[in-house]
């Protein structure tokens, strides 16, 4: 495996002397590593960020079945994204029995009295600015269509740019009878354009009924019909992941787990369901999605397993264990419709492995894939908060994949965090069921993935495996993505335990955005990837076949008092707060506020929120507003107690008290009443992100005064709740900013020397291989920049660079400041 990038030639003039090395590594090349599976890292894709429709997906239509709803997003009419056009008639959606199936439900109506003129039809403005048309490229119309005129209506489809200029010769079509059938042809791009539009017209009297109006680019990924938008499947399939993890995340096991049928009153906000998802096009269901707005299912199941086996990666499907996550916290008590569900998830590896004499394997078969696509892994639920009841319906999952199928491997999980009670139990659970693999997420601060590169360390070898189905840094700069690569050094020294792990999420369409930070960015016609996508496809690139034994030295950082501002702070909650008083050991006041003077002293982190002053108490009134941190005082003693009275008005959620508050960004905040008033935390923030450190469940009852008290003792931190201690912790982990891992290429001879130096200073390093002898050009690929920078759509600075360099069996190296370097190095 090479390393991607520019090669420069070894330079020929001598070097000056490298200054004393401050850190060694030391490697054992005759040492017994660990083995590093195939499936190392892999990509999660789940449908957020129009990741699908407007995204993945190559349909350039939006809203091309009249299906996007109220229902599914307040802004939504069925002529979302459609504008009439022309005159002579008027354009209505309708859901009627003249639909086009049971569950395409929603249709075009024109009422036509066009008899002259230019026709009358409607105008579709594509996904962001517009349809993306390349000089040359082919397009593939296609239109469900029906007309009462019996000599039948003429049908005109044109591609024009804003001001109505033709972008490709015309087609026209006469829709002929009043019953359902498809028109299809092919249009060409003169030019190319991001802003071009669609129309469709017709004229003559009578009613046309239309549906699934689709502009499909004939070049797709692997030229697949119903197939994925080619840079963005291109840019995927070059991290060239070991498994692809599908189809989430939220949108799994949230909202309603019954069909889309009439016993259930076509219910629009569901579970991902995977036989909705599959078939034709035309006659799958819709639905809204977790996040807020429509997913048409166009790229469903088939073309996951398809994409995943395109790309050469293992498939991995998540599936509903009917108790919801994400906050929402329900457990579903219908024995019919879990065994329905049980039996879903069995039809799923039917339909991914069964023969084609089989129901399931003879849909795939008729869908264009005859040989079976070789599922060995199913996932059952997603971050779940009732450990109890999703473990009960978990064990029935597996106990009936099991019996059908006992090669497949069943992968349970441990909640939404990487700490507390839910993660504890659910691991407790899984550990004493056996499960083969669980599932680990965690979004976190940098300097949560430097203070825990360790972390698998001392995980059990002989319990389950883990997935890390989804884990980043919360945001997109450099410096988060060395701090994830950082921690990647540890997940692969500890790939005995950590088989598989995925940065998430995957895509963002960048003017639909419900969650950062993202790897891979997209508008309608451009992509780009940030600094973690260079990053993880470095790794990715680059894992080796398992790790060669090794240790370094070097120095590190030692944790320091928490000092700085004490805040407070609403989310989606109005409250008020009183009698605000910090007191040093030994009694002195070192801040008080009981706002008998105003709210001077305070000052908002962020213009958010409605706070005064009222009855003598200082008042966030805004129940819609986020993160609404105020902060006052500097408190620069290390051991001291900060006290207050703090009461909930209304709202979703608690309240927060922040201490440790430094113009930074960093900080400490205690959210009680938190995730919907179902959790207490403590959460650490660094750079807009926070990580949780400890969490237990809580709930915060409106109009109730609480006294809160929080003792800080150098590193070590005491809470407490109305007079009772509701927790504590301790944050005196070491930061280490370098970190190393060496691994082997069996079919190239050659050893991966991986080294992170997330610091502002180069790291001199010293790195002995034990006596191999070795070749003594090695190639290099360095990533490093300002740690502050960032890959945008005007611009990707952030970039490896590939050279050959000098090395020996052992030798001396210079790490830039906030850098990841890749030495692979070929032994003798």
């Known amino acids: 495996m090479a390393l991607a990038g520019s090669v420069g030639a070894v330079p020929a003039q001598a070097r000056a002397p490298e ?166 042809g092919t249009l060409t791009a003169w030019r ?93 269901a819709t639905n809204r999605n977790f996040w807020g707005y429509n997913q048409s299912y166009g790229l469903g199941y088939f073309e996951y397993f398809q994409f995943s086996e395109d790309i050469g990666a293992m498939p991995l499907p998540v599936v509903p264990a009917l108790v919801t996550g994400c906050g929402q916290n329900r457990a579903t008590n219908d024995e019919a419709l879990l065994q329905r569900h049980i039996q879903d998830t069995l039809d799923l590896v039917e339909f991914a492995n069964g023969p084609v004499s089989s129901t399931w394997g003879g849909l795939r078969a008729r869908m264009g894939h005859p040989k079976p696509f070789g599922l060995t892994h199913v996932a059952v639920g997603n971050e779940e908060n009732l450990p109890d009841q999703y473990f009960a319906n978990f064990l029935r999952f597996r106990a009936a994949i099991e019996a059908r199928y006992p090669t497949v491997t069943v ?48 995980y059990d070898r002989a319990g389950p495996k883990v997935f890390l189905g989804e884990f980043a840094s919360q945001d997109n700069k450099l410096f988060n993505s060395l701090a994830e690569a950082h921690y990647m ?37 451009e992509s780009w990837g940030t600094t973690s996508y260079q990053m993880q496809k470095l790794f990715m690139n680059n894992v080796g ?67 005064s002053v009222v009855d003598g108490q200082y008042q966030q009134s805004d129940t819609a507003a986020l993160d609404t941190l105020v902060k006052a005082g500097n408190i620069t003693a290390t051991d001291y107690d900060l006290t207050l009275k703090a009461t ?24 009680l009443g938190g995730w919907n008033n179902t959790q207490g935390a403590i959460q650490k923030g660094a750079g807009g992100s926070k990580s949780i450190v400890i969490a237990k469940p809580n709930s915060v009852e409106a109009g109730v005064t609480y006294d809160i008290r929080i003792e800080v003792r150098g590193t070590t931190v005491r809470l407490f709740l109305n007079g009772q201690e509701w927790g504590s912790f301790t944050d005196d982990q070491v930061s280490q900013p370098f970190a190393q891992v060496v691994t ?42 300002d740690p502050g920078e960032q890959n945008t759509r005007s611009g990707e600075p952030i970039q490896p660079v590939t050279s050959n360099v000098r090395v020996g069996s052992a030798f001396t190296r210079t790490y830039p400041p906030n850098s990841v370097t890749f030495l692979r190095i070929r032994t003798r």
Not at 592 to 606: C, H, I, L, P
């Open 19 to 184: 200054p004393d090395p401050a850190y060694t590594i030391t490697v054992d090349p005759r040492g017994a590593g660990t083995a590093i599976p195939d499936t190392m890292y892999g990509v999660f894709f789940e449908d957020i960020n129009f990741a699908a429709d407007g995204g993945l997906y190559g349909e350039l239509v939006r809203n091309r079945s009249f299906e996007f709803l109220p229902v599914d997003n307040q802004a939504y009419t069925g002529l979302t994204a459609w504008t009439p056009v022309g005159t002579g008639g008027t354009a209505t959606t309708v859901n009627d029995d003249a639909r086009l199936n049971e569950r395409n439900r929603t249709y075009l109506n024109l009422a036509l009295s066009t008899v002259e003129g230019g026709g009358y039809g409607v105008t579709n403005s594509g996904w962001n600015t517009g349809f993306a048309l390349k000089a040359g490229g082919r397009y593939d119309f296609s239109v469900w269509a029906r007309t009462d005129a019996a000599a039948g209506t003429p049908l005109g489809v044109t591609l024009h740019d804003t001001s109505g200029a033709a972008l490709a010769a015309p087609i026209a079509f006469t829709v002929r009878g009043n019953s359902w059938s498809k028109y299809t």
């Open 192 to 284: 190319d354009t991001d802003a071009g539009r669609l129309s469709v017209r017709a004229a003559g009297t009578g009613t046309l009924k239309l549906d699934m109006i689709s502009l499909f680019p004939r070049d797709t990924f692997r030229n697949r019909a119903n197939g994925l938008r080619r840079d963005l499947a291109e840019k995927i399939a070059a991290l060239k992941p070991g498994f692809v993890r599908f189809p989430g995340g939220c949108l799994v096991n949230t909202n309603s787990h019954y069909g889309y049928d009439a016993a259930s009153n076509y219910e629009r906000s569901r579970s991902y369901q995977w036989k909705d998802t599959v078939g034709p096009v035309e006659e799958r």
């Open 411 to 458: 992968v349970g999980n441990s909640g939404p965090d990487d700490t507390g009670a839910t993660f504890d139990r659910l691991w407790a659970l899984n550990r004493e069921a056996g499960v083969d693999m669980v599932d680990e997420h965690y979004y976190n601060t940098p300097g949560w993935f430097l203070q825990n590169n360790a972390r698998y360390d001392s």
């Open 545 to 611: 076949d398992r790790t060669v034994p090794s240790r370094f030295t070097g120095p590190v950082i030692q944790p320091r008092g928490i000092t700085g501002a004490v805040g407070l702070s609403t989310w989606a909650t109005a409250a008020r707060y009183d009698d605000v008083q910090v007191t040093g050991t030994d009694g002195a006041v070192l801040f008080r506020d009981d706002f008998a003077n105003g709210a001077g002293q305070w000052t908002s982190v962020e213009p958010r929120g409605a706070w």
């Open 648 to 671: 909930k008005l209304s709202g979703a959620e608690g309240f927060l008290v922040a201490f440790g508050v430094q113009d930074s960004g960093e900080l400490y905040w205690w959210n």
């Open 489 to 525: 050094t540890g997940l692969e020294r500890n790939a005995d335990v950590v088989q598989m792990a995925a940065y998430a999420p995957l895509l963002a369409n960048i003017d639909h955005v419900q969650w950062r930070p993202d790897l891979i960015w997209f508008d309608n016609d």
């Open 744 to 785: 082997r290429d069996d079919r190239t001879g050659e050893l991966i020397v991986k080294v992170v130096n997330a610091q502002d200073t180069p790291a001199v390093t010293r790195i002995d291989l034990g006596r191999q002898r070795v070749r003594d050009t090695a190639r290099m690929t360095v990533i490093t920049g």
